[in-house]
């Protein structure tokens, strides 16, 4: 029969290890709220994505950033996606490859980083040949 000193002592050990489980579990409250991982960002790229209309820039930058590919309309004007690289941010901005705004291009070029050019490998003959001949004029625009 335990002595009712026992039961003190038991009920004390209970005690703390109830103070414990409740200490840690704000301890993991008070981290999750308070800890935000710090990034630092050393460099940030300015890409832009030429090619002709569908030729699948809007689904090739989509599915670069892990978003879903389904209904993708024709890009008006442009489409900007931010892809994180380690500790560089590289920010593509696509622009819509119609021939009615492809003479609008080099208005954007000033300050970009780089150009991704997307050419539909599964195109015919002809829409592979004006996608090259587009391709060369955009270098020529910018002195290559
Ligand atoms: N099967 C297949 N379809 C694709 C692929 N890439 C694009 N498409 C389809 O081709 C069509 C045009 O794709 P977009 O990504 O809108 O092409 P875009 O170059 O952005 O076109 P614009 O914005 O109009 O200049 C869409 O219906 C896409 O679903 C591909 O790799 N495979
Ligand atoms: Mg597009």
Request: glycine letters at 10%.
């Amino acid at each position: 029969m335990p002595k009712l000193f026992d039961n003190v002592q038991i009920g004390f050990v209970a005690c703390r290890i109830g103070m414990r489980k409740v200490g840690l579990t704000v301890l993991a409250w008070a981290l999750k709220v308070c800890y935000r991982p710090v990034i630092i960002i050393r460099d940030q790229y300015q890409v832009l994505c030429l090619g002709l209309q569908g030729s699948g820039k809007t689904t090739a930058l989509a599915s670069l950033v892990g978003e879903s590919v389904s209904n993708i309309e024709p890009t008006t004007g442009f489409n900007i996606k931010t892809l994180p690289l380690k500790d560089t941010i590289v920010d593509i901005k696509e622009l819509g490859g119609s021939e009615i705004v492809r003479p609008f291009w080099n208005k954007y070029f000033e300050g970009q980083h780089g150009i991704l050019y997307v050419i539909d490998a599964a195109a015919d003959e002809e829409i592979l040949k004006e996608a090259v001949k587009i391709l060369q004029e955009v270098k020529i625009h910018l002195g290559f």
